[in-house]
């Protein structure tokens, strides 16, 4: 009881803090504004989380306790769990010798990161909205090793097959090569009760430009480097915040430890497929077809697979975080081979825990 209790008052705290400062473990949360956005001492973090100096990513100011190691670049957006990396909404900024984070860095991404919670609204995660990028004569990223629009569908259709196989409903935006669009795609997501998205997408860039990257829908009131415009409504946010960033943070871990890629981060993005979504949605690039090396890579069956598995595995660590670890699918079957009327325990009880402990 006395751990409960402490937790509620640790959790009121910042709840506090990031509505305008104050007392959090005994000692002040002071608020900075700098350039009309709010900052909070990261020392202030660091305390909140009984985190203690770490070994971390190299070049940066880390922190931790336990299995739990945060990595921060001053002046800059690089923030890392276990050496995963994210990208926050402002820089880390120096004031008065002091290290400053944006308290809605800490409020969105941090504090989501590192204990998760969701919404009332979540739960059983029974269907995946899987939505292959372009398609038809849009071509997407096109290089002479590979056309993403291919690549795209390839690796939802195997992912399909994954998801299928463990018990999940799949609905595809698209199962073959046509073209939809982003209002359709999203429409579909929206439509599909119980349900999450996930878009699946390759890069082009520079040459040498190669790594895996996620994209959520950035913080209400915040900027993004991908926004096509400024206009009011692109600075909105949705109800899945927290749900976005679990998932993002489930499948983009997997992913980058599965394939051994360049870790390009998490990142906040106001794409047209994430800003109007009324689901847990994220947006996987599975690398740069337009990298020789890696375009050719991409386009081969068995990379494609282990891209798949991956997002798979990181789906069935989200669903059991927000689900119930073991019981998170409605399925015919279980692992060996009984029926099952209730969820199916996966993997003859395996728990994937990556969304918390990474």
């Known amino acids: 009881m006395r751990n409960i209790v402490r937790h509620f008052i640790l ?39 009984r985190f203690s100096p770490k070994q971390g990513k190299p070049g940066c100011i880390s ?52 204990r998760p919670r969701f919404s009332k609204r979540s739960g059983v995660v029974k269907t995946v909205v899987i939505d292959p990028g372009h398609g038809a004569h849009d071509a997407g990223a096109v290089s002479p090793w590979a056309r993403e629009k291919d690549c795209n ?43 999450i998205f996930v878009s699946i997408h390759h890069n082009s860039g520079r040459r040498a430009a190669s790594g895996i990257e996620t994209f959520t829908l950035a913080p209400q009131g915040t900027t993004s480097p991908f926004a096509r415009s400024r206009r009011d409504e692109d ?48 947006l996987f690039e599975g690398g740069f077809v337009s990298n020789p090396e890696e375009g050719r890579l991409i386009a081969t069956n068995s990379y494609q697979e282990k891209l798949a598995d991956s997002i798979c595995q990181g789906i069935v660590s989200y669903a059991q975080t927000v689900g119930g670890r ?26 994937y825990s990556g969304t918390t402990r990474l």
Not at 168 to 194: C, E, K, Y
Not at 249 to 267: E, L, N, W
């Open 11 to 49: 959790l009121l705290g910042l709840i506090m803090l990031l509505a305008g400062g104050v007392h959090a473990q005994g000692s002040r949360w002071n608020i900075y504004d700098i350039g009309g956005v709010k900052y909070v001492k990261l020392n202030d973090v660091w305390k909140f989380y």
């Open 153 to 195: 569908l390839s690796v939802g259709l195997k992912l399909k097959a994954k998801l299928e196989k463990l018990g999940f409903r799949v609905v595809m935006t698209r199962s073959t090569d046509i073209f939809l669009t982003l209002g359709q795609r999203v429409a579909i997501a929206n439509r599909t009760p119980d349900s």
């Open 63 to 114: 922190y931790g306790a336990a299995n739990r190691v945060v990595s921060v670049k001053p002046e800059r957006q690089d923030f890392y769990v276990n050496n995963y990396r994210y990208i926050l909404s402002y820089p880390v900024q120096r004031h008065g010798g002091e290290l400053l984070i944006s308290a809605i860095d800490m409020k969105k991404l941090v504090d989501p990161v590192l």
């Open 326 to 351: 073991g019981t998170i699918l409605k399925s015919r079957k279980t692992h060996s081979g009984g029926s099952q009327k209730g969820g199916a325990r996966l993997n003859g009880g395996t728990s």
């Open 235 to 282: 600075l909105a946010g949705n109800d899945q915040d927290s749900e976005n960033i679990a998932l993002a943070t489930a499948v983009h871990s997997r992913a980058i430890k599965s394939t051994k890629a360049i870790d390009r981060g998490i990142q906040r993005a106001r794409f047209s497929v994430l800003c109007t979504i009324e689901r847990p949605a994220i």
